[in-house]
């Protein structure tokens, strides 16, 4: 999730039946972002997001 | 004067779901990205990849994109989701 | 008739409000108390049960039930005339082409653009003559409103919660209006859209905020038109270059003139297509240049199809000033038109696309 949709993402798992899902948070907006920053969003989004793919 | 008034919102909740098993490792996995295909989001799958290959010892990486980035991720995508070891997906702008 | 909601009891007028705006369920006004009688009353004029299912919301899997919609139209202030229209705005509303959940979602910030049609209009005193985008009758007005407060508290629509609007617009409160078939010497825009001039009809679309031109210096189609056609163009270049339907509503000043030189609908929408387009490296020239990248010679226009014009004829007796209404986002929502009736066994209503057909 980008930063500005955290409170979206946490409705959308209570009402999808999945409450307290767990999400890796990177910097908001995505769009306007460099290529250089984009790389820091990807790096920040795997070093949360891999411990939530793994046991 | 007492009003008897009723709930305007749904009663019903949706039914709670259940998370797919977690794996032992990324190392050699599959890994599938469904992207919402707005602006900035190719670099950005690009590096997530990179790095998944690199850093993590990802095998395969499958990117798919939404054709509408308002709208649930279409019949196709969701079924090929079981195809892959691990699906990362994002809500951004 | 019974009904399923759970019911709360309050002492005064004042605390029923004080329980609706603390738990959430309002637009910030005050709402008129849904007591089980007002809500049975709505159901019985559409002969309809309250566990009647108006259509399952795809995203979640929710049933949307017809007490549910009573319950909030009469806290909009709707009376029974008025809930067979909220019915068939929200069975609109919830085919998949208006993608509802994306069109109330969304930073974009529309507003669900509700058109009444047919002998319905003056059943209810919507005639759409002056004001008719604002507060011209208490119809359209409680009518918009309800379709708000059933986003709001069937599917979450609150803002901050699924309704992500940057700023969406005023519209948000209420959006409804009645094309005037007073002295309409064109077809009516649900006929336009393949229904019977006799049937009752709503239309839906995901719609920005109304964008006013006004031109009162020329009789000539063309020019008039070109006014029109001028303001889409702006809001290609500075909202969105997605294209879709627009709606155009056209005073009775500016249509007489139309209609004085034989130029019906379709003529209109045909005139529009062409002159409403831009080049894509138009965007540069307003800041966007960094999207328009090895294209600056595509042509966008605004619509794919002349026919996804919709052409509504509205407003009071005097004045040159129109409106050109934006679709949301083009291509990803689509304008739905459905007939009113209050038929429960039968096969759904045909519904009318937007798109080419």
Not at chain 3, 328 to 350: F, H, N, R
Request: charged share 20%; glycine share 8%; aromatic share 6%.
């Amino acid at each position: 999730m980008t930063t500005n949709f955290v409170s979206a993402a946490e409705l959308m798992a209570k009402v999808l039946g999945m409450p307290g899902y767990d999400f890796a948070i990177i910097d908001h907006p995505v769009s306007s972002a460099t290529d250089a920053g984009l790389r820091e969003r990807a790096i920040a989004a795997l070093k949360q997001g891999s411990a939530m793919l793994l046991r | 004067m007492i009003f008897r008034v009723l709930d305007p919102t749904p009663e019903k909740t949706a039914p709670l779901g259940q998370k797919a098993p977690r794996l032992d490792t990324l190392r050699g996995k599959t890994v599938g990205f469904i992207s919402n295909g707005k602006e900035g989001t190719k670099a950005f799958f690009a590096h997530m990849e990179d790095v998944l290959r690199k850093d993590y010892g990802v095998a395969n990486v499958v990117l798919r994109a939404k054709p509408n980035y308002s709208a649930p991720a279409p019949a196709a995508i969701v079924g090929e989701i079981k195809s892959w070891d691990a699906v990362i997906s994002g809500i951004g702008d | 008739m019974q009904l399923a909601s759970r019911t709360y009891e309050a002492d005064s007028i004042a605390s029923v409000q004080e329980l609706y705006h603390s738990n959430g369920w309002t637009d910030g006004l005050p709402i008129v108390p849904p007591t089980e009688d007002a809500v049975r009353a709505c159901l019985e004029r559409v002969m309809m049960t309250p566990d009647q299912l108006i259509g399952i919301e795809p995203v979640r899997e929710l049933p949307i039930t017809a007490e549910k919609l009573a319950i909030n139209a009469v806290m909009a202030g709707c009376l029974p005339m008025h809930f067979p229209v909220v019915v068939t705005a929200w069975m609109a509303m919830m085919r998949e082409e208006f993608l509802m959940h994306g069109a109330t979602a969304s930073t974009g910030g529309c507003a669900v653009l509700v058109v009444i049609n047919g002998p319905i209009r003056e059943e209810i005193g919507a005639l759409g003559s002056f004001n008719a985008l604002g507060n011209s009758d208490r119809g359209t007005a409680v009518i918009g409103r309800a379709i708000r407060l059933c986003l709001i508290n069937l599917m979450d629509v609150r803002p901050g919660a699924i309704d992500r609007s940057t700023l969406g617009h005023p519209g948000k409160y209420s959006y409804c209006v009645a094309e005037d078939e007073d002295d309409l010497a064109w077809t009516t825009l649900a006929e336009q859209r393949g229904l019977p001039r006799e049937a009752s009809a709503v239309t839906v679309m995901a719609a920005g905020a109304p964008r006013q031109i006004m031109n009162e210096w020329t009789t000539k189609p063309e020019e008039i038109l070109e006014t029109f056609a001028a303001e889409m163009r702006a809001n290609l270049r500075h909202y969105s270059i997605h294209p879709g339907n627009y709606a155009l509503i056209i005073p009775k000043q500016l249509r007489e003139h139309l209609q004085a030189a034989k130029w019906s609908k379709s003529d209109i929408a045909a005139f529009i297509h062409e002159r409403a387009r831009i080049h894509r490296r138009e965007w540069a020239d307003v800041g966007k240049g960094n999207v328009v990248r090895d294209r600056g010679d595509s042509v966008y226009p605004a619509m794919q199809s002349a026919d996804q014009l919709l052409v509504i004829g509205a407003g009071g007796p005097a004045g040159g000033f129109g409106a050109v209404i934006p679709p949301w986002l083009g291509d990803k929502s689509y304008a739905v038109t459905l007939p009113i009736g209050a038929c429960v066994d039968c096969e759904p209503p045909p519904s009318v696309k937007g798109s080419v057909r």
